[in-house]
């Protein structure tokens, strides 16, 4: 059982991890991180992560990607088809304020990531 201690040291860790992903040049470190926020669940990944779909190391190096939609897949955001492309879950199981991101950010959002797909 976790305390409140623990629980804000993790916020706190989860709220570093953010910042560091919004800074992150290098693949090896957004994977890293990406990897790191998709293990703890925390839903305020959610929001930075989209917007990192879109960037040059995402879209250009599979393991990237992998991480990064991997987190959005481990946060309930992304799944993934049977030809293993990732895309954007149906709006009708998306809350709504993850919808309402995902509207926000759409621009910074490929387009392959809108699978218009039965999944």
Known sequence: MSTK?????????????????DHATHPREVELIADYLGETGDRRAI???????GDYEVQHDADVEDAVCGALMSLGVMCRSADH?????????????????????????????FGTRRI
């Open 85 to 113: 492309c990732f895309h954007l879950r149906p709006r009708r199981v998306l809350p709504d304020d993850v919808a309402a991101a995902i509207r926000e950010l759409s621009g910074a959002i490929p387009w392959q990531y």
């Open 47 to 53: 929001r930075p992560l989209l917007l990192h779909l």
């Open 5 to 21: 201690v623990e629980r804000r040291r993790a916020g706190a860790e989860v709220e570093e991890m953010i910042t560091i992903l």
